[in-house]
């Protein structure tokens, strides 16, 4: 219903219009865009100072950290392929030794 009224398309096109005008001033502002690369910068160097002290944490709680669960995780893996591999091998033998009918 509103998606057909005249008034709201041009409402929409304006908003867009204006919407875009201005992103590319702030695009162009150089001041701008240090600001932003800035608060990137100093997010990512915030997110890894709060791992660390994450992982510390954990640590000092003697719990496992993300890193420790995908070791483990990988460590199972490996263990489950080993024992299919040894099961198939152990089929294989007592196939080999079973009496043919």
């Known amino acids: ?7 709201m398309k041009k409402l929409v096109e304006t908003g867009e219009e204006r919407i875009g005008k201005l992103a590319q001033q702030l695009l162009s502002n150089e001041k701008f865009v240090a600001a932003v690369q800035t608060l990137v910068s100093r997010s990512l160097a915030a997110k890894g100072t709060l791992d660390s002290a994450l992982r510390t944490a954990l640590s ?10 995908e ?17 198939g091998k152990v089929d294989t033998l007592l196939a080999a030794k079973s009496p043919k009918k």
Do not use: I
Request: charged share 25%; hydrophobic share 40%.
């Open 1 to 7: 219903m509103l998606k057909n009224n005249p008034v």
């Open 71 to 87: 070791q483990l995780r990988s460590k199972v893996d490996d263990l489950e392929r080993l024992l299919s591999s040894v099961e």
């Open 60 to 69: 000092a709680a003697n719990l496992p950290s993300t890193a420790d669960l």
